[in-house]
Structures are given as C-alpha cells and as structure tokens.
T-cell receptor, first 116, second 115 residues
Framework: AQKITQTQPGMFVQEKEAVTLDCTYDTSDPSYGLFWYKQPSSGEMIFLIYQGSYDQQNATEGRYSLNFQKARKSANLVISASQLGDSAMYFCAMSKGGDSSYKLIFGSGTRLLVRP | GAVVSQHPSRVICKSGTSVKIECRSL??????MFWYRQFPKQSLMLMATSNEGSKATYEQGVEKDKFLINHASLTLSTLTVTSAHPEDSSFYIC???????????FGSGTRLTVV
C-alpha cells in the first residue's frame, strides 16, 4: 500500500531564510508522482511543485525546489528566501502512475510559520 | 490555467437534512474527480473517486449511501451528504483531473456545519 509520511507537525523559519520540509513515501510501484501543496487558512489547495519517479533532475519552481532522493524514498520541499506569506500548511502527496484510479494520497502535513 | 469551481463555499444545515455540493471544471474536461474530507488541523482524506458516467469508487470506511456522488458530465460532479448529522461537519474539497499525466486541480472547498 502507498503511504506518505511527514514527521514535522510544525516548523518555524526566520523571514528570508531557507527551510526544508520533510516527506518520505512508501510504494512498490515503479511509476509514481510526488506533489507538494500549500494550504493557507482559507482552505484552498495551491499546487507548488511536482516530481515524477522517472525524472532525473530535481524539480524546481521559483523559490521551491524538491530534493528527490529515490533510493531513500524521500521528497523534501525546500523553500528559499522565506516570506511572511509562506506561513501555511504544507502537504506532500503521491499519485500512482499509469493507473486508471491515479488517486492522490496526502501526508499529515507540516504547519510552517515564518517569523519576521 | 485549469480552474475548478466548488459551491457552496459554506453551508449550514439542520440535522437530518441533505446537502449537495457541486464541483465544476470550468475550462477543461475532467475525466476523473476526487472528493476529500478534512477535519480541523488534519490532512485530506480521500473519500471517493468518480469517473464520468460510471459509479464512484469509495474508499474503505466511507458510507456509500450517506455520501452520494454523481458524475453526470465531464465538467460536473456532485457530492450529496444525506441525513446529515453533526459529526458530518467538516471541510469537503474536490479535485479534478484530465488524466494521469495532467495533475490535479482543486476546488476552493466547502465548509459544512450541521446543527
């Protein structure tokens, strides 16, 4: 069975510094996708970044980068130059590739608080 | 970009009544739509997966007769909470996708309060 684990319930970071949010996953499927979403207090789910299991390079999107270590089954999110607006819940998620049901399963989330 | 509209954003209903939540993909055809439930300070729990024109696939532990899902077209899926009770109060959020390699677009969510 697929499983996503986020071991940091809460994190603090000083404004303008970088922060790493941890995510490990477990799957026996060779094809899968890894996602990170941001959920502010309004509840909307904001897509941040995606990494495919066959991608050779780590994904980057602006200030977001994904540190993908396939052998360790980890997909940590790195946010550089943190901003006050980055304070939110962050969820790591995994989908199963090549499956008609390709459902997205979420980790428990990490609440990030950026200090001024 | 892909946009998913979810209505209502908030609803309060009396215990024993039913409430319908709509999820519409505005600018793309959604092959599959997903319904999630989120309790305060918790993660999103997948309730069911629906494909247009076929019956929804429910996750283990989700009552099919209580949470009715209809996916009548490629742009609309509805979740009906039947005979709602206070324990059904939660944040419900839908997600739509064009296919396995197209990612997921989320609606803005519906906060249901049953009194």
């Amino acid at each position: 069975a697929q499983k996503i684990t986020q071991t940091q319930p809460g994190m603090f970071v000083q404004e303008k510094e970088a922060v790493t949010l941890d995510c490990t996953y477990d799957t026996s499927d060779p094809s899968y996708g890894l996602f990170w979403y941001k959920q502010p207090s309004s509840g909307e789910m904001i897509f941040l970044i995606y990494q495919g299991s066959y991608d050779q390079q780590n994904a980057t999107e602006g200030r977001y980068s994904l540190n993908f270590q396939k052998a360790r089954k980890s997909a940590n999110l790195v946010i550089s130059a943190s901003q006050l607006g980055d304070s939110a819940m962050y969820f790591c998620a995994m989908s199963k590739g090549g499956d008609s049901s390709y459902k997205l399963i979420f980790g428990s989330g990490t609440r990030l608080l950026v200090r001024p | 970009g892909a946009v998913v509209s979810q209505h209502p954003s908030r609803v309060i209903c009396k215990s024993g009544t039913s409430v319908k939540i709509e999820c519409r993909s505005l600018d793309f055809q959604a092959t599959t739509m997903f319904w999630y439930r989120q309790f305060p300070k918790q993660s999103l729990m997948l309730m069911a997966t629906s494909n247009e024109g076929s019956k929804a696939t429910y996750e283990q532990g989700v009552e099919k007769d209580k949470f009715l899902i209809n996916h009548a077209s490629l742009t609309l899926s509805t979740l009906t909470v039947t005979s709602a009770h206070p324990e059904d109060s939660s944040f419900y959020i839908c997600s739509a996708s064009k296919g396995p390699n197209y990612g997921y677009t989320f609606g803005s969510g519906t906060r249901l309060t049953v009194v």
